[in-house]
């Protein structure tokens, strides 16, 4: 296959990798997800993932419609690295897509919920031990060596069934052997002979070390045997073969083989002997080399299923438990698919950008399209209604309402529990989600225009999430264009929330559409906006300047700022603002 035939892989990203890999290597790192292959190789690491991602799931990110579905898509998908026990299980979670086939999904939720129930079971002293095996595990790059050793340290931790099954199902003895073969081998099946593995072979490399190094310098051998031996050379023989002995620890016997029956001095004789004797024993460690790696490949052949099925194991392992980790961080749930209708709905749902952060996130419960589930009232979602219309407080959370129902419906779509008590997703084909881009540049409205457009009308399903629709256009074209898309949504069945603060306009609405308001309460001790985020339903909700401009004039700087503020609070004239400017010191 040539590489150019994958996504963003072009002439120069295909000659960088065919240079570096191979073709072959190319194409089989590329095909197994393999990040770090292409990172080594000389590719960025956003771009490495951005060619994997379309590579193993081209359907799925053709779900992602818009550049904010592939900044959501981009963030969870960060958010869920972030628990990681490894590099290379954060790689393989970053290039997760989402999923074409709702089989597919349901298989990855099992081994999520497997995965979650497995890391919530064990106690603390067994999590650390875990988790040591598997930075062991990343330290070491992996390999078949760092995978037994992973496999026998987790074995040793006492972790049973769940994910860890496919690990503790493997042959410990079998390991065992295989990791003192691969570790004798230096880590590596087709590596050297590694020293500690062979006490015979350790002894003749120790010798041929210490004999090269009397090679290297025959003329001073000479000199501490005592001299140049001419006038008794047998004693200047022996005198050599005892310094020659005593330094390297050779055998004599081999030693007076290595000496040659004739010789023009003293020097050469010496030479001559240590040459031929270094000779000797780098085929006698060849030979020995040669016997302990059959050896070692006779103990790798036994284990070599053994130690390619810890491989495999460690591998998912540590992916599904990664996930299973993030899973039980936001106390995330298994989403119910729908299939017999539209709706995308939720129960007390969390925004996980917000939950990422400090954690203090009031949960709300929103329904769009017909959906069963049930909870108390007022916060039931209603059901029945295609499309709604969110009204209400400035800041009040609107848009975080929709990057939320946004979460769910991609995780949902990749096989992946979601922050909510409860959810009901029907599976759709193009995720819209639109945030406010605050423009009223004719090139921002026709852009934006062909961007959420297409996909309602030439996709089967679509969900829309579009946010304040009038920044872009002035305010009274912007009701006709956000009127036209409430309709088409309703008319080309689809799903969808729109957000605007144009909702008097709107009217009349299709009759499978509904309004529903989020309203502030007022501002509390510390001048911040409360605000109850939880949408009511079938109302419209109220803008509330009056707030912000009370908050803004209690923290006015300067008696400049105060006198403008002061101004425009008196000019909106509500109660809120009176009541702020009453219990304000206004006074310099």
Same mark, same amino acid.
């Given at each position: 296959?040539?590489?150019?035939?994958?996504?963003?892989?072009?002439?120069?990203?295909?000659?960088?990798?065919?240079?570096?890999?191979?073709?072959? @290597?190319?194409?089989?790192?590329?095909?197994?997800?393999?990040?770090?292959? &292409?990172?080594?190789?000389?590719?960025?690491?956003?771009?490495?993932?951005?060619?994997?991602?379309?590579?193993?799931?081209? +359907?799925?990110?053709?779900?992602?419609?818009?550049?904010?579905?592939?900044?959501?898509?981009?963030?969870?998908?960060?958010?869920?690295?972030?628990?990681?026990?490894?590099?290379?299980?954060?790689?393989?979670?970053?290039?997760?897509?989402?999923?074409?086939?709702?089989?597919?999904?349901?298989?990855?939720?099992?081994?999520?919920?497997?995965?979650?129930?497995?890391?919530?079971?064990?106690?603390?002293?067994?999590?650390?031990?875990?988790?040591?095996?598997?930075?062991?595990?990343?330290?070491?790059?992996?390999?078949?060596?760092?995978?037994?050793?992973?496999?026998?340290?987790?074995?040793?931790? *006492?972790?049973? *069934? =769940?994910?860890?099954?496919?690990?503790?199902?493997?042959?410990?003895?079998?390991?065992?052997?295989?990791?003192?073969?691969?570790?004798?081998? *230096?880590?590596?099946?087709?590596?050297?002979?590694?020293?500690?593995?062979?006490?015979?072979?350790?002894?003749?490399?120790?010798?041929?070390? $210490?004999?090269?190094?009397?090679?290297?310098?025959?003329?001073?051998?000479? %000199?501490?045997?005592?001299?140049?031996?001419? $006038?008794?050379?047998?004693?200047?023989?022996?005198? &050599?073969?005892?310094?020659?002995?005593?330094?390297?620890?050779?055998?004599?016997?081999?030693?007076?083989?290595?000496?040659?029956?004739?010789?023009?001095?003293?020097?050469?004789?010496?030479?001559?002997?240590?040459?031929?004797?270094?000779?000797?024993?780098?085929?006698?460690?060849?030979?020995?080399?040669?016997?302990?790696?059959?050896?070692?490949?006779?103990?790798?052949?036994?284990?070599?299923?053994?130690?390619? +099925?810890?491989?495999? +194991?460690?591998?998912?392992?540590?992916?599904?438990?990664?996930? =299973?980790?993030?899973?039980?961080?936001?106390?995330?749930?298994?989403?119910?698919?729908?299939?017999?209708?539209?709706?995308?709905?939720?129960?007390?749902?969390?925004?996980?950008?917000?939950?990422?952060?400090?954690?203090?996130?009031?949960?709300?419960?929103?329904?769009?399209?017909?959906?069963?589930?049930?909870?108390?009232?007022?916060?039931?979602?209603?059901?029945?209604?295609?499309?709604?219309?969110?009204?209400?407080?400035?800041?009040?959370?609107?848009?975080?309402?929709?990057?939320?129902?946004?979460?769910?419906?991609? &995780?949902?779509?990749?096989?992946?529990?979601?922050?909510?008590?409860?959810? %009901?997703?029907?599976?759709?084909?193009?995720?819209?989600?639109?945030?406010?881009?605050?423009?009223?540049? +004719?090139?921002?409205?026709?852009?934006?225009?062909?961007?959420?457009?297409?996909?309602?009308? %030439?996709?089967?399903?679509?969900?829309?999430?579009?946010?304040?629709?009038?920044?872009?256009?002035?305010?009274?074209?912007?009701?006709?264009?956000?009127?036209?898309?409430?309709?088409?949504?309703?008319?080309?069945?689809?799903?969808?929330?729109?957000?605007?603060?144009?909702?008097?306009?709107?009217?009349?609405?299709?009759?499978?559409?509904? @309004?529903?308001?989020?309203?502030?309460?007022?501002?509390?001790?510390?001048?911040?906006?409360?605000?109850?985020?939880?949408?009511?339903?079938? @109302?419209?909700?109220?803008?509330?300047?009056?707030?912000?401009?009370?908050?803004?004039?209690?923290?006015?700087?300067?008696?400049?700022?105060?006198?403008?503020?002061?101004?425009?609070?008196?000019?909106?004239?509500?109660?809120?603002?009176?009541?702020?400017?009453?219990?304000?010191?206004?006074?310099?």
């Amino acid at each position: 296959m040539r590489l150019e035939n994958y996504w963003g892989v072009g002439p120069k990203t295909s000659a960088l990798l065919s240079e570096e890999l191979g073709v072959g @290597t190319a194409v089989e790192a590329i095909e197994s997800a393999d990040v770090r292959a &292409l990172t080594d190789a000389g590719l960025g690491r956003g771009r490495a993932t951005r060619i994997l991602r379309h590579a193993k799931g081209e +359907a799925g990110m053709d779900l992602l419609a818009t550049r904010d579905a592939r900044s959501v898509y981009k963030d969870l998908v960060d958010l869920a690295a972030d628990y990681a026990v490894t590099r290379r299980a954060a790689d393989r979670i970053r290039v997760l897509t989402p999923l074409a086939d709702r089989a597919d999904m349901d298989d990855r939720l099992d081994e999520v919920d497997l995965a979650r129930e497995s890391w919530e079971g064990l106690d603390g002293p067994t999590r650390e031990a875990v988790l040591a095996a598997f930075e062991a595990y990343d330290e070491s790059e992996g390999g078949d060596l760092a995978a037994v050793e992973a496999a026998l340290a987790l074995r040793e931790a *006492g972790v049973e *069934g =769940g994910v860890f099954e496919s690990v503790t199902d493997l042959d410990g003895d079998l390991l065992r052997a295989g990791a003192e073969a691969l570790r004798a081998l *230096g880590g590596d099946a087709d590596g050297e002979v590694a020293d500690g593995a062979d006490d015979r072979l350790d002894d003749l490399r120790a010798t041929l070390r $210490a004999v090269d190094d009397l090679a290297g310098r025959p003329a001073a051998v000479v %000199e501490e045997v005592g001299g140049a031996g001419a $006038a008794d050379p047998e004693r200047f023989r022996t005198a &050599l073969r005892r310094h020659v002995v005593e330094e390297t620890g050779v055998d004599a016997a081999r030693l007076r083989e290595a000496a040659p029956g004739d010789a023009a001095d003293a020097t050469d004789f010496v030479s001559r002997t240590l040459r031929g004797l270094v000779e000797d024993l780098s085929a006698a460690v060849e030979d020995r080399e040669a016997e302990v790696r059959e050896r070692l490949a006779d103990t790798l052949d036994e284990s070599r299923e053994e130690v390619a +099925a810890a491989d495999a +194991a460690v591998d998912d392992a540590t992916f599904l438990l990664s996930l =299973g980790r993030f899973a039980a961080a936001f106390d995330l749930t298994r989403p119910t698919y729908v299939e017999d209708r539209d709706a995308l709905a939720v129960l007390e749902a969390r925004n996980l950008a917000l939950a990422a952060g400090d954690g203090d996130v009031q949960p709300v419960s929103y329904g769009i399209g017909d959906h069963s589930l049930s909870g108390t009232t007022p916060s039931r979602p209603p059901s029945g209604d295609r499309v709604t219309v969110v009204t209400g407080a400035n800041s009040g959370g609107k848009t975080t309402l929709l990057e939320t129902l946004c979460q769910v419906a991609l &995780l949902a779509h990749m096989g992946l529990p979601v922050p909510a008590e409860a959810a %009901e997703v029907s599976l759709v084909d193009a995720v819209v989600f639109h945030r406010r881009h605050a423009s009223f540049n +004719a090139g921002v409205l026709e852009s934006t225009l062909r961007t959420i457009v297409p996909p309602l009308t %030439e996709r089967d399903r679509t969900l829309m999430l579009v946010d304040e629709f009038e920044a872009i256009t002035e305010p009274g074209r912007a009701a006709d264009l956000l009127h036209g898309l409430v309709t088409l949504t309703v008319d080309r069945e689809s799903l969808g929330a729109f957000v605007t603060h144009l909702a008097d306009d709107l009217e009349p609405l299709p009759e499978a559409a509904r @309004t529903d308001g989020i309203f502030a309460q007022g501002l509390d001790q510390d001048l911040q906006l409360e605000v109850d985020y939880q949408p009511r339903f079938g @109302t419209v909700g109220k803008s509330t300047p009056e707030f912000i401009v009370s908050r803004l004039l209690a923290d006015s700087d300067t008696s400049q700022e105060r006198a403008g503020f002061e101004a425009l609070a008196r000019a909106v004239g509500e109660t809120a603002v009176q009541r702020t400017l009453t219990d304000a010191d206004w006074a310099e």
